[in-house]
């Protein structure tokens, strides 16, 4: 077994690693080996315990050529499960040191460390797979997308229900003009199920020796190591994690948006509880108001979190379960109503008639092939995965809109096409975070 600690960067050649930290290289990647659907790709994953361990089995049909994990206890498992295959603790190492073995690299870490390390993959001519968000801030998202871009990269974001047949059957339930036009939409989820409404530590007890403090922080402003902070606790730290609509907005929001085509909302307000600069609150309900599109009528999204709920519908038999255990989404038409679960699994019309009339003439959907194995075939050559960078990020900018009128304090009128909050200019500062010094993206 290859273990290859922070300690050999100093080894390394300062300046590539270096460029991969920064992204700041806007140098012509290197050629990409073509690999024939036949060929197994060379996957290189960075962060394989938790959902990282997930995603690792997700690909383990193509051939995992090294590992990475700041955190050796955490992703104890993935490593004695692959003993023969090199492992690192900083994906600056792995990439100068295996970039020409490496074909598409998996990223299933801490929010605010996902830019980087797909943007350093990215410029070494490395197709991503990013775990949602895909990006820690709006501005994050569109550049890494504009990055991949720039690469001719396959990428896809984790948000794994965007592939399931469920999101694509409400479409056309929603196309089919049963319920007629939309107007409102109420979404909800059992997170957060980790702390916020926390102050900052203030002891700082001594970092775990199988964890690298510093890679882990990245990006993010200097702070001593805490326990507060790790493992999965980051969600509700604004500094590292992106909170319950990081989390599960990336997954509930995606059957709406995609069924109503909603593109970016024109304001967004919060009412919430417990919030602070560190952390995300207790409770929060959002409002988001999408324009018209076209003949579509404009739109108002509730989003509840934090035992939070929108209000049953009146009449509704005691039993119907709405969404799923983890939340879900209502939609509401002029003529009737669908229910759908988290991933946009089992969309349902609220009317017994409806759906009895659905299910006699309901169109056939092929299978899925499942979220990360449309993207190990697109890197072969095959369809473009559905959840790409170019449909990510600007669905990742309305989900992280939400978090951005949290911390504003008030309602924010946003501008798509300049990327701009309009009437709170302070609030931009959310739209773009700043970083620790000696890392940028720009």
Known sequence: MKTISRRSMLGMSALAITGCATGGTKQAAPARRRVSPNEKLNIACVGVGGQGQSDLRAVMHENIVALCDVDADRAATSFKNFPNTPKYSDYRVMLDTQHKDIDAVVIAIPDHMHAFVAT?????????????????????????????????????????????PGVWTLCQMIDSGTIGAVREVQCWTNRPSWPQGLERPADTPPVPPALNWDVWLGSAPERPYHPA?????????????????????????????????????????????????????????????????????????????????????????????????????????EKGSITVGTYGNGPRFLSPDQQAQWEANAPERKGAVGHQRSWTEACKGGPAPLSNFDYAAPFTEVVLLGNVAMRAGQPIEWDTAAQRVTNLPDANRFVDIPYRPGWSLR
């Open 120 to 164: 350093a993959a990215l410029e070494l001519g490395k197709h991503v797979y990013v775990e949602k968000p895909m990006a820690h801030s709006i501005a994050e998202a569109h550049k890494l997308a504009a990055t991949a871009r720039r690469y001719n990269a396959v990428t896809q974001m984790g948000n794994q229900g965007h592939s399931m």
């Open 229 to 333: 902070y790790l493992p999965h606790k980051w969600r509700g730290w604004w500094d590292f994690g992106c909170c319950a609509m990081g989390d599960m907005g990336c997954h509930i929001l995606d059957p709406p948006y995609t069924s109503l085509k909603l593109g970016a909302p024109t304001r967004v307000s919060a009412e919430t509880s417990g919030i602070n600069n560190e952390t995300g609150p207790l409770w929060s309900v959002l409002t988001f108001e999408f324009p018209a599109r076209g003949a579509k009528p404009a739109v108002k999204l509730t989003w509840h979190d934090g035992g939070k709920l929108p209000p049953r519908p009146e009449g509704l038999a005691p039993d119907f379960r709405l969404g799923d255990k983890d939340g879900g989404s209502l939609i509401i038409g």
